[in-house]
């Protein structure tokens, strides 16, 4: 399916674009927050004649040989800095770094995609429009202000999945599918976990793994039985955050109930999904989480606070975002039966397919590049 959807990509370019300067975050297959960014850039390698790829930092990786990997040299593991100054000095060698990379080969690359960090646009947007290099920026958050603005003013085109995202007002907006793989994320075969509730995201605030476990601490005095599951890596920021919740849990007397593991990588994601019946997300109406419809195409119930997830879904899917309507949202669906629950399931699942899966953005991507 991938191979097709770029085929009809490279197709619809012709002769343009044919090397790409891609700027993001991270590249490392085995990054628990954006892994899944590694098979995209394999699938460009395939139908673009050099890829430079700049990364805040590298990990694990293997990549096509027309594709160049430059880190602006941040450690793949996290690591606290000294202080303010020493965080500033970092900054300014990435900074520097980041702007050498973008003159070095200026004459290698034709467009400019840049995931997610508007920064790197407020960097270098005015060097990439002296050169002439067109610029697209992907860029899904309910936060946004100025700074989002100004780097959009850059862009040809800004592509979002929310109408919640800050960035859905331009004019300039495409609104795109998730582009879930459902070949990857598909139910499988070895069983669910009976009863069993899953979370799998970033451990942060932002995120509410504390509300979902409040949740789970009203429905255990109810004796509503159950096993759940917190899958997540924290942020430096966050690991105090992350060990409180911990605590939590067993203040509430649901150690023998909830467990907790870091997070994983993209590719082992599927497995965790088709062991659990129903995956819980609390993130805010504009984030759009992608594990939620990669959690619905493996065949799980999806319990979300997003009203975009809704809209695609049905309502009887929405929660709002504290513990006792949580909790009640669980009772209904772990009262159904198991076979009311796959019903739930099996309907979700089609509209992912039908609606967010690679195909459908594939086309959505062709017919954007061509106007």
């Excluded at 960014?37 to 004649?49: D, M, P, V």
């Excluded at 999904?273 to 504009?286: A, K, M, W």
């Excluded at 690679?358 to 062709?366: D, W």
């Amino acid at each position: 399916m991938r191979a097709k959807i770029w085929t009809c990509l490279k197709v619809s370019m012709g002769s343009k674009s044919q090397r790409l300067l891609v700027v993001t975050q991270v590249v490392d297959s085995a990054d628990p927050f954006l892994s899944f960014f590694h098979g995209w850039l394999e699938e460009l390698a395939k139908h673009f004649e050099h890829i430079h790829i700049i990364c805040l930092k590298e990990g694990e990786y293997k990549l096509p040989a027309n594709v160049a990997v430059h880190s602006l040299g941040k450690p793949s593991s996290a690591k606290a800095t000294a202080g303010a100054g020493k965080r500033m000095l970092l900054r300014l060698r990435y900074t520097l770094t980041f702007l050498k990379y973008v003159w070095q080969f200026r004459a290698e690359y034709d467009t400019v995609f840049v995931h997610m960090n508007q920064e790197y646009i407020l960097l270098a947007g005015w060097l990439w429009k002296l050169l002439g290099k067109p610029m697209y920026m992907w860029r899904n958050h309910y936060a946004g202000g100025f700074p989002t603005d100004v780097a959009a003013k850059f862009c040809v085109k800004v592509f979002c999945t929310s109408r919640f995202s800050y960035t859905a007002k331009y004019k300039k907006t495409v609104m795109m599918p998730v582009g879930v793989d459902t070949d990857l994320f598909t139910p499988g075969t070895a069983g669910r976990v009976s009863r069993s509730i899953l979370f799998f995201s970033r451990f942060a605030p932002a995120k509410k793994p504390d509300v979902l476990l409040e949740a789970l601490g009203m429905l255990s005095k109810e004796g509503v039985q159950f096993s759940a599951s917190f899958y997540g890596t924290a942020l430096p920021q966050d690991a105090v955050y992350r060990g409180g919740v911990v605590e939590r849990a067993q203040a509430l007397g649901l150690g023998d109930f909830v467990k907790f593991y870091g997070g994983v990588p993209h590719t082992e994601a599927p497995e965790i999904f088709n062991t659990h019946e129903i995956f819980v997300n609390l993130s805010s109406s504009g984030t759009y989480d992608k594990t939620m419809f990669e959690a619905a195409a493996s065949g799980c119930v999806v319990v979300a606070a997003s009203h975009d997830f809704a809209a695609i879904a049905g309502n009887q899917f929405l929660v709002a975002e504290d513990a006792k309507a949580v909790a009640a949202k669980l009772r209904e669906f772990l009262t159904l039966s198991q076979s009311e629950r796959e019903a739930f399931a099996g309907q979700l699942r089609e509209t992912i397919v039908r609606e967010h899966g690679l195909e459908s953005l594939g086309e959505r991507l062709v017919s954007e590049l061509r106007g």
